[in-house]
């Protein structure tokens, strides 16, 4: 697990399917088991007198919706099994780009909750089998799961891919697929290149309006330019210049606490190198 990732939140991707975020899942116990797809649905009309079922396509539906709502509250394992239901209902009605769209779900929640393996089983079954979902997002989920399952190499090459495939048209996605690279990048020790990827999250924050992200990502920008062999003392007064100016926009106290942190330590070391840049 990668440090340093505790303002990230998990952001919607579509109405009825999600990617997962930069929020690195943690460890959890064993997925819960299949055999709860069975149970009642709860609030479906099943068994209620005078009250037709619901149809196997309005039950997904609801199920899909339920499963996003409980995924983005963090509740991963719930959401787990909402969506497990929600997959093998599918499995009953000739409609694979349905059972494709669940399946996608599916192995984000898997990923969420510890099981990258079956994460990643499930999103490329989902890819093959035509799920609909912005190639970007596929790409995230698994450079996700390879990160998850420490195989950084694999992990790198699929950021780098979802940030290709967001471009300019999903900013935010790209910033967060770029903050997910740069910290595979401190895993494998390539200091400069993690910074140089922080720093063009943040940019790509600001262009987005998301502010406090931008601070964030700029001030990390900022601390691994300062591990690396090779800085630029310019470069990184340059940065703690905007991210200081960042800060200003910041309302929330510990928001922006968090994200003024280090921020003195790393001027000093700054001033320790090249004192006339203070």
Known sequence: KHPGTAWEEKPARASHSLALSKRLPGSHPEAISRRMASAPVPGSAQGRPGIQPASPQTEIQRLMRAGMQLFHDNEDFQALATFKKAFLLSCRLPEPPTQARCLFNLGAAYIATGKPQKGLK??????????????????????VAYDNLREYAKAIEFYKKAVREYNASKLPN???????????????GDSASAAQSFRLAGQAYQEAQRLEDAAMAMREAANYFL????????????LLQVCHQLCTNITDPELLGRASLRLPHMKTSLSHFAPGLE
Not at 175 to 184: P, Q, T
Not at 227 to 238: A, D, F, T
């Open 227 to 238: 591990r690396s062999p090779k800085y630029c003392p310019e470069e990184v007064l340059e």
């Open 122 to 143: 499930c999103t490329r079954k989902a890819q093959k089998m035509g799920a609909l979902e912005k190639d970007g997002d596929f790409s995230f989920n698994i450079a």
């Open 174 to 188: 790209a910033a967060d697929a770029l903050v997910k690279l740069a910290y595979c990048l401190v895993g494998t």
